[in-house]
């Protein structure tokens, strides 16, 4: 295989020709190697009627191998999901939830992982910590802990700070006492080379529309095979068994016992097509040289941004931070900045009067010092 360069990947996102595009933490751009996937699929389907079953899930299975080296899990452990959400509320409804528990989360997550909590489980006892808390430490969660503590939900990365917690030690905290342990991976996964085998983890969601460069509407789910027999059948259909053919309709077919049997009917083939593409790229290139560009690119900016008397929510240290800085000028209107911004063709985010600003590996420094220098010209 000929060595994917930074220049070579560069060409397969067409939104560098236009924009610096720095809102990864939002929207992750695809690149042109996912649409020429998913233009596969459904040229296939116009020209010939369908596109057959074997033949998508050949692409379905591809596609769960490269998830599987992009977590360090093992295949049967990974399934496709809608999103993020639908992850989160297949994990709430398989735990065994009874009277009198309560769960841990966070107070200001992200809302996909706050709301399924609250609508669903309005009986269990919620118990908080804040982005804040879990900065400086797991003892946090740790000190929440009792006899009914049924789950521990949290997400990896703060979606406004950009801060990077220790789930290692929650995770292991959480095996030895018995409680399920869910995580909202979509602020990491593609910034932050990380083995989730060892996390202690026992449900891993995540959407591929972020940094994992894939499209809308396609999302991962891993789950820790050592508790499926603890949890309660949910989100199950027809798909969720055996299927060889389809001639043999009425025969009762068996029960997958893999992640794979949450993935309850037909598939969104045309995002998976795409995933499988967004994937490829990330592991050509290497994880562990992705995470060592986005390490590089938000230290530079990090460092111009402090130079320029920013005021800087998201933590110095490499360990507690992935690929989010967020910064603001406490005497302006941030989301007046960030429109001027994207009018000169620089696209970041503006959450809670705050800039977000997220670039990818196949950004560059230069793409950096642009932007840092736009920004002081709009935010004097």
């Known amino acids: 295989m000929r060595e994917l360069t930074l220049e070579k990947v560069r060409r397969l996102f067409p939104v560098t020709r236009r924009r610096v595009y720095f809102n990864h933490a939002g929207t992750g751009p695809l690149p042109s190697t996912a649409v020429r996937a998913m233009h596969g699929f459904i ?3 116009v020209q010939e009627g369908c596109v057959a079953y ?3 899930e050949a692409v379905v299975e591809n596609t769960r191998l490269m998830t599987a080296r992009l977590l360090g899990v093992k295949p049967e452990t990974v399934a496709f999901v809608k999103n993020t959400t639908s992850g989160i509320i297949i994990a709430i409804g398989s ?3 009874e009277e009198g528990d309560n769960l841990i989360m966070m107070k200001d997550a992200f809302p996909a992982n706050t709301y399924p909590y609250q609508l669903l489980l ?5 118990r908080f910590v804040t982005a804040l808390e879990l900065t400086e430490g797991p003892e946090c969660v740790f000190r929440l802990v009792d006899e ?5 939900a949290l997400d990896w990365v703060h979606f406004l700070s950009g801060a990077r917690f220790d789930i290692n030690a929650i995770g292991a905290f959480c095996q030895q006492h018995n409680i399920f342990f869910i995580l909202d991976a979509i602020q990491g996964l593609g910034a932050v080379n990380h083995n989730f085998s060892s996390t202690g983890a026992d449900f891993v969601v995540a959407g591929g529309g972020k940094w994992l460069l894939a499209p809308q509407g396609i999302g991962i789910l891993y789950v820790n095979m050592k508790k499926l027999p603890r ?3 949910f989100n199950l259909g027809w798909l969720s068994a055996h299927w060889q053919e389809f001639n ?3 025969t009762p077919k068996p029960l997958k016992k893999t992640a794979a049997r949450f993935e309850e009917g037909t598939k969104n083939y045309i995002g998976i097509y795409g995933l499988g593409a967004a994937l490829k790229l990330l592991l050509d290139f290497g994880l562990e040289s992705v995470e060592a560009r986005v390490r590089q690119l938000t230290g530079q900016l990090r460092e111009l941004l ?3 008397d920013f005021e800087i929510m998201t933590p110095e240290a490499d360990e507690k931070r992935a690929g989010i800085i967020t910064c603001r000028k406490p005497d302006r209107d941030m989301a007046a900045v960030g429109a001027q911004l994207e009018t000169a063709g620089f696209v970041c985010a503006v959450r809670e009067g705050w800039l977000r600003i997220s670039p990818h590996f196949y950004n560059t420094g230069e793409e950096v010092e642009r932007f840092v220098h736009q920004l002081k010209i709009v935010a004097r």
């Open 43 to 45: 040229r296939k389907a």
């Open 54 to 56: 074997s033949e998508a």
């Open 95 to 97: 735990i065994p939830w």
């Open 122 to 126: 309005p009986g269990v006892e919620k």
């Open 148 to 152: 009914r503590t049924r789950a521990v």
């Open 231 to 233: 949890l309660k059948p």
């Open 248 to 250: 043999d309709i009425f």
């Open 306 to 308: 402090k130079a320029a």
